[in-house]
């Protein structure tokens, strides 16, 4: 009887250990980190004309990846000073990619009411979850990541930027 006790609480705890394991892995993001950039990469999305481009042509440039939409007041009262910056840092290998969480229309027709400087895509309701995989597990827009020519992700900004804050993080590019 008490031989039966103990191989029951060592199956048990076999069996608890197994379902410890499976549910940390199953918890685990989708996406590891070093994988997100090479990931958003990879993927062709529409621009603000509606042609779908390849965002591979940005692979070894330092990014700052801003994710916006038409209807986020804060989105939209930072492109302005984002588009300035672009202008500065144009020679640096610093490029600005904005990437809206809207449907390729509404992204079309704000890039014709507002001058940019930097391209903008539509990312559609997908660009959500590209945002959790860059560590925006509150799903919070604008959502900002800066990544390094090595496809390192060095820095994330959750809400309007600081653009001094900006700037300064930049200049360890």
Sequence with gaps: MKRNILLYAAIAILFGAI????????LAPITPK?????????????????????LAQWKGKHLVVNFWATWCAPCVQEMPE???????????????????????????????????????????????????????????????????????IKKTYLGRLKLEELRKDLLSF
């Design 19 to 26: 379902g410890i394991y499976f549910g940390i892995k199953r």
């Design 82 to 152: 984002l588009s300035a910056l672009q202008t500065e840092v144009a020679n640096k290998n610093i490029q600005i990619l904005g990437i809206g969480i809207d449907s390729p229309a509404n992204i079309a027709e704000f890039s014709s009411k507002f001058k940019i400087s930097y391209p903008l895509y539509s990312a559609g309701m997908s660009g959500t979850k590209l945002t959790k995989q860059f560590g925006n597990q509150a799903g919070g827009l604008p959502f900002t990541v800066l990544v390094g020519s090595d496809g390192q």
């Design 34 to 54: 070093d994988v997100v950039v090479t990931h958003l990469l990879a993927q062709s999305m529409a621009n603000a004309q509606g042609q779908s481009e390849s």
